[in-house]
């Protein structure tokens, strides 16, 4: 997988040395196959890049503290700088009279924002999986985006 993923990052030029990135990690598969395959490549030399992982508890979960906790411990373990954010997305959402994912999006990319701006970083990575694609597609058709929205999440 490590490979696989190395040979995208080249083929699409996502991470250049010298890079500084933020890794956001919501504790989940997805995310944390990332972070852990970035350490790899970084550990591995093949890429001179640095990471800080930015962590946002939307406090909607009860398995949310032991996610946040959970990223901490490998980001000690791997002495990787860690920041965390918690928002009560539901209350946000309803204050603000709109969906409670719409309401989490904004809440992660201000979020994420922040922590490249805070770190000096110039790039954020984020994990997404071929469903995530999928369903961004389907999104996007029926909110009537036409042709564009057919591409889904792009690599870059």
């Known amino acids: 997988m490590e490979n696989k993923v190395l040979k995208t990052i080249k083929k699409f030029n996502l991470i250049e040395d010298e890079d500084k990135l933020v890794v956001a990690v919501s504790g989940g598969p997805d995310s ?3 972070l852990d395959i970035l350490n790899k490549i970084k550990n591995s030399k093949k ?3 640095e990471m800080v992982v930015a962590h ?13 906790q959970y990223v901490k411990n490998y980001c000690e373990k791997n002495n990787i ?3 965390s954010k918690s928002i009560d997305v539901q209350k946000l959402a309803n204050t603000n009279k709109i969906g409670t994912e719409e309401a989490g ?3 992660r990319y201000d979020f994420f924002d922040e922590v490249l701006e805070k770190t000096n970083s110039n790039k954020i990575c984020i ?3 071929k469903n995530d694609k999928a369903e961004t597609m389907i999104m996007n058709t029926l909110r009537g985006s036409g042709i564009s929205g057919l591409k889904g999440i792009e690599a870059k």
């Not at 946002?56 to 946040?68: G, P, V, W, Y």
């Open 127 to 129: 994990a997404h999986n």
């Open 81 to 83: 700088d860690f920041y």
């Open 105 to 107: 999006r904004m809440v």
């Open 47 to 49: 890429i001179n890049f």
């Open 32 to 34: 944390i196959t990332l």
């Open 56 to 68: 946002i508890n939307h406090m909607i979960r009860k398995e949310a503290e032991s996610d946040m």
